[in-house]
């Protein structure tokens, strides 16, 4: 068989074995030639062009990639990331604007020669090789060299630092804890854009100095730093950013509440596509920035508040809350006509990003909190009744007699402050009678009449303003859904409850939208906090948002007398306290006591003043409650806690405002300011 074999191949003539043995050899040469001509010329070509910043035409690959998508420390340029918008107040104030920080990061490995030791040890030698001497030796003159020039770097560009523990992060290689040999160690936080250059500049000087000096492993990471100019003062409605913690993001910064998170759409703006590109060896490179599309920069914001008028509530209310002690308290001032917030705050407050700063503090109860308004509600059930017909103006309520105190369906509903003598519907609201607001609302109206009142002034629902996290109104239902576990109305129990303000709950910002109606002729305006988006050359302003005629302009003139008393009557539940030198004003008190089981009732209340202001002309509707008053000797009903800080938040806003004083007689009852 051997020979058969041998045979047939001899038989192959001896000139085609030639021919086909160059063929083979000239295609295994020309691979060869090609890959020594990309590897060697190719670089260098590519590396040539970049240094003369010329782009590559017709590339032979090329994908886009969205800008964010990539590491922000290996290919993403600043530039490339789309600018976070600024939000201003109504005054065009920047109240939170965007600037670039750094962070000086440093890899130790690069200079840590463990990896060269443990390779020595694995080969079982004692000395390491020649070139082994010499990289440890390179290590540690580079390391050196760092640690005596770079303090001195940082220094000239006003980078803050402490030596000793620069010298430390500088010479720890490896993890405490862990013994892991470190990657990334932070050197200094909040380095300029400027300073970061400055730095770079002089990290490359340094290797151009002397050829040994390979000052690798230094690396920045980009931030967003937020800043928030008014501090405290915004920063409930303003909310925070943070760093997204994916470093597939690309640093991306969000919005975590506030309008940063409502609009955080908008603010972000949207990331550009980078055009990259790839030679023969599929290697990616990139001569200069070129997108196939521009990103968009994020949206400017303005909002309705004025920053002002935020610091003046915070300021009224700090100060009221160290006189009579409180869990917290929220101020809302709207602009009667247009419905725009001018002011929203909750004490206390905090400031982002301060040693200080705590998260619950940022919670903004003036929307998210919800609490029974008490008497604050009588103008709300007055009026229904008379719009419906079942009272008059000039009828007469018995309220109580001498000791103040009347039975309804088995329920004891006590006075304040006992009424002797009958009253009329508007003098039971500037007396704040509660015999007589259950016997208009129980016996008058009853329930279906107390669910139109509720309805005509949208009691139940969310304000609809644009902050985040409003609370909705609510009230005990008509009708009782199974499985809710809440019980449905009763004349004996929501019938007596209803008219003195139990049995329901608004939050300020929505008992304060209630309160338009009685600023402008009998017409609801909805809140907003958005004055005007600027987005990719686009304004976008809300609509005004008004229901029409929620009242007739007789009975809204009737029940504005009654509450324009409350400050004017001095027998008023805030006339001591509420009544003002340089502007008239109408409102009504509420004082709803608090329960739960850690306070008893009758121990702890809270306190509503609603005002209306300048009563001639009204521009400002100003709601405060205080939460959770403590009863002490001093006082504790919305009278005497809450209707100082809305008179003096009133005076405030109206002269911020450019609103001149409309009070005639500035002498008139000088006396009656409380000491």
Not at 152 to 172: H, M, P, V, Y
Not at 179 to 186: D, N, Q, S
Not at 264 to 291: M, Y
């Amino acid at each position: 068989m051997s020979e058969g074999l041998d045979h047939d191949v001899s038989g192959i003539p001896q000139r085609g074995s030639m021919w086909l043995s160059f063929i083979v050899l000239s295609l295994f040469g020309l691979v060869g030639v090609r890959a020594t001509w990309l590897h060697v010329f190719g670089i260098e070509a590519k590396a040539c062009a970049i240094a003369r910043h010329e782009p590559k035409a017709n590339p032979p690959q090329s994908r886009l990639l969205a800008a964010e998508s990539r590491p922000m420390r290996v290919a993403v340029p600043m530039e490339a990331r789309p600018h976070r918008g600024t939000i201003y107040d109504r005054s065009g104030r920047e109240i939170a604007v965007s600037a670039w920080k750094h962070r000086i990061l440093f890899d130790p490995s690069r200079y840590d020669p463990t990896p060269i030791l443990a390779a020595i040890r694995e080969r079982g030698d004692t000395e390491p090789t020649r070139s082994e001497r010499k990289a440890i030796a390179k290590m540690e003159k580079v390391k050196a060299d760092i640690m005596a020039v770079l303090p001195s770097l940082l220094r000239a560009e006003g980078i803050k630092f402490n030596q000793a523990d620069l010298q430390k992060r500088l010479q720890t290689t490896h993890d405490a804890a862990t013994g892991k040999l470190l990657r990334e160690v932070v050197l200094a936080r909040d380095v300029s854009p400027t300073a970061r250059r400055h730095l770079l500049e002089a990290f490359r000087a340094r290797e151009e100095l002397d050829a040994q000096l390979e000052w690798r492993g230094f690396m920045f990471d980009d931030v967003v730093f937020r800043e928030y100019t008014w501090g405290a003062a915004t920063a409930q409605v303003l909310g925070i950013v943070a760093e997204s913690p994916n470093p597939r993001d690309g640093g991306r910064v969000a919005g975590r509440s506030g309008m940063e998170w409502q609009l955080d759409r908008v603010l972000e703006g949207k990331p550009g596509q980078i055009l990259e590109e790839r030679d023969g060896l599929n290697t990616p490179f990139r001569s200069e920035l070129a997108f196939a599309t521009e990103p968009i920069q994020g949206g400017d914001v303005t909002l309705t508040i004025d920053a002002e008028i935020q610091r003046a509530l915070l300021d009224e209310m700090e100060k009221q809350a160290k006189e009579f002690p409180c869990a917290k308290a929220s101020t809302v001032v709207l602009d009667a006509h247009t419905g725009e917030i001018l002011g929203i705050a909750t004490w206390p407050s905090t400031t982002p990003y301060a040693k200080d700063f705590r998260a619950d503090r940022l919670q903004l109860g003036a929307a998210s909190d919800s609490y029974e308004p008490g008497s604050t509600i009588k103008p709300v059930v007055i009026s229904t009744a008379l719009e419906r017909g079942v009272i008059s103006e000039t009828e007469r309520f018995e309220c109580g007699g001498a000791d103040g105190t009347e039975f309804f369906l088995g329920r004891t509903v006590t006075e304040y402050s006992p009424n002797p003598s009958p009253l009329t519907a508007q003098e039971i609201i500037w007396r704040s009678s509660n015999v007589g607001a259950t016997r208009i609302g129980l016996q008058r109206l009853g329930l279906p009449g107390l669910f139109d009142a509720f309805g005509r002034f949208k009691i139940r629902g969310r304000p609809g303003s644009g902050l985040p996290q409003e609370t909705a109104g609510w009230y005990t239902p008509q009708t009782s859904q199974r499985g809710s576990g809440v019980s449905a109305a009763t004349q004996s129990g929501a019938g007596v409850s209803f008219p003195r303000g139990y049995e329901l709950r608004l939050s300020p910002l929505h008992l304060a939208t209630t309160y338009t109606v009685f600023a402008t002729g009998g017409d609801r305006v909805s809140p907003t906090i958005i004055k005007n988006i600027k987005y990719d050359n686009n304004v976008v302003t809300p609509p005004l948002r008004v229901d029409r005629d929620v009242v007739s302009k007789t009975t809204l003139d009737y029940v504005v007398e009654g509450m324009r008393q409350v400050i004017e009557n001095p027998r008023g539940t805030a006339h001591r306290t509420g009544f003002s030198q340089k502007y008239t004003m109408l409102g009504k008190t509420g004082t709803a006591q608090y329960a739960d089981k850690d306070t008893p009732r009758g121990s702890a209340y809270n306190t509503w003043f609603c005002g209306v202001a300048p009563a001639s002309n009204p521009r400002i509707v100003v709601c405060t409650v205080f939460h959770r008053v403590i009863r002490t000797g001093k006082g504790y009903t919305g009278g005497v806690v809450s209707a100082p800080v809305a008179r003096n938040v009133i005076e405030r806003t109206l002269e911020i405002l450019g609103v001149p004083p409309d009070r005639e007689n500035r002498a008139i009852n000088a006396s009656a300011r409380p000491r």
